[in-house]
């Protein structure tokens, strides 16, 4: 029972780690630092793919869809993180425009 525990406890550290470490990277001021932990996720969902079409020696259709619907929920995360994070950048890019139109 506590191995279960500390697995949990473990895993919920590591998901809450991963959408801090998103928030920070993605509150940057450029905006590439925050693409790459959804794009780690998305090859690592591609990998899956292969590693389902490695498995069975044939072409799979259900487990290459499931491993890539079920694989790219931590990307669809993780970006709709990311787009809400650099919703403040797009503000202020529309603040300054009309700032500048009102001179």
Do not use: H
């Amino acid at each position: 029972m506590e191995m279960v525990v500390r697995t949990v406890i473990v895993l919920l550290v590591l998901v809450v780690g991963g959408i801090l470490l998103q928030i920070f990277l993605s509150r940057r001021q450029s905006r590439w630092p925050g693409l790459v932990l959804p794009g780690l996720t998305f090859l690592y969902s591609l990998l899956m793919v292969l590693g389902a079409v490695a498995f069975n020696g044939e072409f799979p259709w259900g487990p290459i869809l499931a491993c890539l619907l079920l694989g790219n929920i931590p990307t669809i995360v993780l970006l709709a993180i990311y787009w809400a994070a650099r919703e403040k950048f797009r503000v202020k890019s529309q603040m300054d425009k009309m700032k500048i139109n009102d001179l």
